[in-house]
C-alpha cells in the first residue's frame, strides 16, 4: 500500500466512526425519551388515582400546587401537595423545572363521585445535534390519565 493511500484510508474511517458516533448517541437519546414517556405516564396513572382517593378536605391554602412556579418541588404550602408528591415520587429523576401537572376537576370536593383526570406533561431539551436538526429543540410527552372517584 502506498502512503498516500494509508493517509485516505485514516481519514476515510475518522469520517465513517464520526458518524457511527453520532448515530449511536443519538439512539441512546432515543432510548432516554422513551423511559421518560413510561415514567410521565406511570406518574399520570398513580396522581389520578390519589387524586381521586384523597379525602375532599382542602389541605394547605386554596392554590393548588400544580398551579404554583415551583409548587411540585414543595408542595406542602399548597392545596392538594398530595398529588404533587405522588408525581415528584414517579417521575425519578426528571428535571421538575419542565415538568406540568393539571387535575380536573381542579378542587377537591367537584371530585366526589366523578371521574377525575390528571394531566402530566414533561418538556425536555433535545441535547444530540442529530435529534435537534430532525425533531426540533425539545422534546415534549404528555399522559392523561383517569380514575373515579368513590
Same mark, same amino acid.
Given at each position: 500500500?502506498?502512503?498516500?493511500?494509508?493517509?485516505?484510508?485514516?481519514?476515510?474511517?475518522? /469520517?465513517?466512526?464520526? !458518524?457511527?458516533?453520532?448515530?449511536?448517541?443519538?439512539?441512546?437519546?432515543?432510548?432516554?425519551?422513551? /423511559?421518560?414517556?413510561?415514567?410521565? #405516564?406511570?406518574?399520570?396513572?398513580?396522581?389520578?388515582?390519589?387524586?381521586?382517593?384523597? %379525602?375532599?378536605? =382542602?389541605?394547605?391554602?386554596?392554590?393548588?400546587?400544580?398551579?404554583?412556579?415551583?409548587?411540585?418541588? %414543595?408542595?406542602?404550602?399548597?392545596?392538594?401537595?398530595? @398529588?404533587?408528591?405522588?408525581? !415528584?415520587? #414517579?417521575?425519578? *429523576?426528571? %428535571? /421538575? *423545572?419542565?415538568?406540568? @401537572?393539571?387535575?380536573? =376537576?381542579?378542587?377537591?370536593?367537584?371530585?366526589?363521585?366523578?371521574? !377525575?383526570?390528571?394531566?402530566?406533561?414533561?418538556?425536555?431539551? @433535545? $441535547?444530540?445535534?442529530?435529534?435537534?436538526?430532525?425533531?426540533?429543540?425539545?422534546?415534549?410527552? $404528555?399522559?392523561?390519565?383517569?380514575?373515579?372517584? #368513590?
Amino acid at each position: 500500500m502506498r502512503r498516500a493511500a494509508a493517509g485516505q484510508v485514516a481519514v476515510e474511517m475518522a /469520517l465513517v466512526l464520526g !458518524v457511527v458516533l453520532a448515530i449511536g448517541l443519538s439512539f441512546g437519546q432515543l432510548a432516554g425519551f422513551g /423511559l421518560t414517556a413510561v415514567k410521565v #405516564n406511570h406518574a399520570a396513572q398513580v396522581a389520578a388515582f390519589t387524586a381521586a382517593s384523597t %379525602d375532599a378536605t =382542602p389541605l394547605g391554602g386554596e392554590t393548588p400546587c400544580w398551579a404554583v412556579t415551583g409548587g411540585p418541588q %414543595d408542595p406542602g404550602a399548597y392545596r392538594d401537595a398530595e @398529588i404533587c408528591r405522588t408525581v !415528584v415520587a #414517579n417521575v425519578g *429523576n426528571l %428535571d /421538575l *423545572n419542565g415538568l406540568t @401537572i393539571s387535575v380536573s =376537576p381542579e378542587r377537591a370536593a367537584d371530585r366526589a363521585h366523578h371521574t !377525575v383526570q390528571v394531566t402530566v406533561t414533561y418538556e425536555a431539551p @433535545i $441535547t444530540s445535534p442529530l435529534l435537534r436538526w430532525l425533531l426540533g429543540a425539545t422534546y415534549t410527552t $404528555t399522559a392523561e390519565a383517569s380514575s373515579w372517584s #368513590n
